[in-house]
């Protein structure tokens, strides 16, 4: 079902079209500015580093339910290979990898959702082609993310070690995760927000990572996004929102107003179990984050392997 | 043909075998300690950032000449594909990515090498199969990559836009290059070493990029990198080294030694003439440097989106 | 540019729709009735076999200049690999395969061209999505490929062992092979079209199998191919038709009008070279052919590996 | 567990090295004489065709359960795209496949099976490697696999629509077989077998088709194929053989024996459903069968299209 009339018109309150020129392809990453880059620099205290992507590998979320969504396939073409067929010379291992852009960890980029056939900004739906993939909006225009990330723990935050099943993460859940970071949420962030839901996958239950009633961000959480201006949102689960949404009719709205409409670059199957034991620990939740998606031209989205550097 | 007696001699000089344990899987990453972080965070002065990395598509420097080395393949498997048929609904656009781990801008991980059977560390080569990958030294273990960096503009320094075709870099033209930059390398630096021959594929001239005689290090300068104790290499070029060498009988020796015996992460086909104009503008030569490697488990090397920050 | 009015007309002419039902998505394939399996059954007389395919590996006949048409890529996900760990088991080994359908010896399907927005039978153009590749006359719906086959050696029929570089096949050429086969075209046959330029591949010269101005058919042929009712037809080359073709303003009329207009399914870069060596000796230009395509599912082509029987 | 006494005995009883040359590759084909592909054609009467291949496509049988054997992944790199902007012109669609030689329809090949370091007729197993797949006995090699074919029925004969599960098939099921195809089986000939099994997969219930104890070929039967010395053998089930096997600390014995030491090129997935219906109905078990693999250079195995022809 399309999106119903007050959904409409959330999109239409949140839009960020023309914001950044007609031409505009990164959306809300256009927030991340000198400031909030320096606000990154200076939140890199220790120099502790945690990468935050799961391996790729089979052992991915993926269970099929997604047509074509693969996990990542990882073959062999040379094994220790001597050119001169002497192995005292130098031999070279080669390899070859296949896999779904959004399988894993990754970023969904500004091309991954359309409706009414326009992208964001109202670029046409049909600029994404099989031949050239997104010739608009496609995640290579992405060279970089780096900015200052906040950790929002909403599982802690409300007293869970993983939300129940199918929670509905609200505006009142975010704000007690902000009062937990302690730090105010300012233009240009990159939100990571917590579930817990990766506690399943690293225990290696797909089922429950994938097809449980995973919990998620609402609806009624877009606009907290917009006000307060980040530049990207990454979570620790596979459909970043509640799935099923409140109206089973309705198919992702939060992907479809966040990414068409929005403009906001989303993160998925981000891994934040050891960054957020340590956040736990030392009561500081900002960090710097590096974020760069693999720069696959025309692709609709992208693995990458982030590192919050506290 | 096998090492000769003095490159083996060299091999045993700058062995680090058994210097970070006899398990240790990440050789001289392991100088990346508390201290080269903060020196990278300190050399992150404005906030510019360069993504050093070549587009994944079929336009990179492959050519068919390394057997299953494929450039990346991009498809697709949904375009604006709506669940429920109705494209007023939310429509999703998914996409695949075949490629060579070593195609295109990458780190080649100390599972890459082999000689006399053994790997980096003294492990057998024959960890590395078919069904597992490398088992030893995969590039999954390197969970991130973050350092100063130091660029070292070899051309620049000794008067080119680019090397000439074959040039052997010598330790003269390091200490030029790093004259230049006006900064001491310390241990676990990062080191960004540009002869210019990324100009070639930027201009679509694979040929010219790949299959020149192509200017690179040399033996002579193993021993260099090993005084300095720096934690990687990474250059504008595919092979690295001096292509064909200078005894073209020895084929990849700085391969077979950095890697094997040092244990030392190479990174190739790095981009780094934007990054080279700032700073022979600015005259500021060092940066801070993130380049998580993707962590494809028992890879052999893996694609990589690094960012410098100055 | 679109087809001119003479070709449009041709076109008209020529064109199967609705002959077979609405629904149909066989085209002259449909035209292989008992009669003519039972012809083809009725050739082969000695039970010599030629397969008629070239190999799935990296040498296969494309080179980068038709987009993600790659070579046929190999690679191991087991090497003897014994589950138990102990080779003295039954160990296994196993491989992937990654390929463009059209890239080596394949029928193109129906769902392969389209022009104007329609495929052949008046299907919309848009019943192929990447989602679902072709939902209307994908190559699965062809089961099985059995008739009678005729080789028409047009090289050798008009004095050459392989036909000049950019050789215009005629009607003429044609009556001039049938005259050499001493056979009647039948409705139903399969049609084998020799020029030779396979001995080019076969001599590892890619660049003149591809690159030179490739013989084959023009549209002058298309009403012969039609009043004979031929079921299929295949050819040794890449691009079946005359290319460039004769007017290079117009693109790929051949195609466009034999598998669009007539439904004709087509067969390429076929190895018929050592077929034509022994019809040649013994005179003998009947056989059974059989040539299923793999049943990929949507798949607009398939490779094959045809053998004809003698 | 290593092959008990009994069965290196057995082993070593119904052994083909040597038989054809040391250094044949082809081993039971080698049984495809001139008399059985004579007797094939004789057995084509009326010309009805049956494909004996399930669909390539995201529904087959794999379930992740085999490392790297995956499922085939249609995906698009071109959907009506025209050349020069202006879909009046003739308009492509190209497509790429990729997928696990094993996975679907296909033909187990000589290089698939070792154990204790060496394939058939004695071959090293390490002529198998990641660079080149089977130096030895690769797929390619096989060029055609047409002779006459026979349908046992096993199922059918001994009173069953499927076979139950784990029921292991013995001589004298297949002596049933026989009895109700009647028919003598000569050398040369290539057996059918059919469990019923693959009712499963085409009931879209992988798990009952792979993961319940699959009906199967035994020990005891691998001496009564070489008796008849028949030329290869293909089934309706993902394991051909009993599984989990008798002994289930000896995993895939018939693979082990039949592959490495008789030779013998084995066929699974095979889709004998309506051809079984067919010759129930009409009492005739024996036909023309011609199945020639995809000549995948260096594949261990290969899909296949087979066709029945009666």
Known sequence: MALPPDLLALAAEVSNWGRWGDDDELGTLNLIDAAAVARGLAAARTGIRFSLAIGLDA???????????INPLHTMVAINM??????????????ILTMGLQACTHWDGLAHVSYGGLLYN??????????????????????????RAVLLDVARAI??????????ISEADLDAAVGLAGVAIEPGDVLLIRTGQMTYLKARD???????????????TIGWL??????????DTLAMELHPGE?????????AIQIRDMGLTQGQNFDLEDLADHC????VYEMLLVANPEPVTGGTGAPVNPVAIK
């Open 82 to 95: 001597a050119y001169t067929g002497d192995t005292d010379d130098c031999c070279f291992s080669d390899d």
């Open 159 to 168: 007293g869970h070690d993983v939300l129940p099943a199918h929670h509905p």
């Open 59 to 69: 052992n991915g979320p993926q269970l099929g339910t997604i047509p074509g969504r």
């Open 206 to 220: 797909r089922e429950g990572y994938l097809l449980s009633d995973q919990p998620g961000l609402t609806t009624h």
């Open 122 to 147: 109202g670029f046409s739906a049909s600029s994404t082609t099989a031949e050239r993939g997104a010739s608009r909006c496609g995640i290579e225009k992405v060279r970089t993310i780096v900015s």
């Open 247 to 255: 109206d089973p009719a309705v198919l992702f709205p939060v992907h």
């Open 226 to 235: 917009r006000r307060h201006d980040v530049a990207a949102v990454a979570i």
């Open 280 to 283: 736990a620990s030392d009561g």
